[in-house]
């Protein structure tokens, strides 16, 4: 069954030219694009993105980087998306990554590493609909799934 995950490319990914990097990573693996905005969010919407970590010490200066300059949305759909986007992206602490992740091969602390996506099937769908509304997302299919998906029974 196709899940539908949430990405940002953050402001230190779009700064560093690395979208389109970025965004191969997740098609090399098979994943599709449903939805692709590039935003300048402001600060209500950086805190309602960010609302879990509220009371955390650290929330103030997430919500400042995640808001100082355009970042990329993108909602990824694929069987086991969540995970498969988390495992693409690497350890959150990119000291702690995997090279071969996207975090392991071009980040180097923790506060700017370069990519955001939920972490479970709720926190995904919440994070969606703050995002994006059902106009900008598209089912489409692709030749190439064919080649990538295992048919269905």
């Known amino acids: 069954m196709n899940e539908r995950t949430l990405v940002l490319v953050k402001p230190d990914g779009v700064q560093r030219l690395l979208v389109g990097r970025i965004l191969q990573r997740y098609e090399d693996r098979g994943l599709k694009i449903v939805g692709l905005k590039l935003v300048l969010i402001n600060r209500d919407l950086a805190e309602r993105h960010y609302a879990i970590h ?3 010490p650290f929330f103030r200066g997430l919500v400042d980087f995640i808001s100082s300059a355009p970042l990329v949305a ?7 998306a969540v995970a498969v986007v988390r495992a693409v992206n690497g350890a959150t602490r990119p000291a702690e990554a995997a090279p071969g992740t996207i975090r392991g091969d071009f980040a180097l602390e923790t506060a700017q590493n370069l990519v955001h996506a939920s972490d479970s099937i709720d926190t995904a769908a919440q994070e969606l609909a703050l995002w994006f509304t059902p106009a900008e997302l598209f089912d ?9 998906l295992a048919p269905e029974d």
Do not use: C, F, K, T
Request: proline content about 5%; overall charge negative.
């Open 140 to 148: 489409y299919d692709r030749d190439v799934d064919r080649w990538v």
């Open 74 to 80: 993108a909602v990824l759909e694929g069987p086991n």
């Open 54 to 56: 509220s009371e955390r």
